[in-house]
Nanobody, 124 residues
Framework: QVQLVESGGGLVQAGGSLGLSCAASGRTFSNYAMAWFRQAPGKERDFVAGVSWSGVTRYYADSVKGRFTISRGNANNTMYLQMVSLKPEDTAVYYC?????????????????WGQGTQVTVSS
């Protein structure tokens, strides 16, 4: 059983920065793609960014390109999301997700494992 635990959420002013972490346990980290999704109140859970198991291939939603950076450290089974130039519309619960295979996916239905989520609030 894979466990994903997010940390690092909080309250930040617009234009500020915040970093999220996702610690994985319960399986080998190789051949395991990971991603971040987010869900605002009353909205669907949307793809934010994904990273291949090697860390080389990275995908981003258009809304966060140039502002968010996804990475992973396979030595410590942790994935990261560095967010800069935050906007009020980035406010959401951010979820870590994982699935077997090399490449990540923007479709949340392809993910087997999910964290509990961490709240990010950006004030204007």
């Amino acid at each position: 059983q894979v466990q994903l635990v997010e940390s690092g959420g909080g309250l930040v002013q617009a234009g500020g920065s915040l970093g999220l972490s996702c610690a994985a346990s319960g399986r080998t980290f190789s051949n395991y793609a990971m991603a971040w999704f987010r869900q605002a109140p009353g909205k669907e859970r949307d793809f934010v960014a994904g990273v291949s198991w090697s860390g080389v291939t990275r995908y981003y939603a258009d809304s966060v390109k140039g502002r968010f950076t996804i990475s992973r450290g396979n030595a410590n089974n942790t994935m990261y999301l560095q967010m800069v130039s935050l906007k009020p519309e980035d406010t959401a619960v951010y979820y870590c997700a994982g699935k077997g295979g090399y490449y990540p996916s923007a479709d949340r239905r392809n993910y087997d494992d999910w964290g509990q989520g961490t709240q990010v609030t950006v004030s204007s």
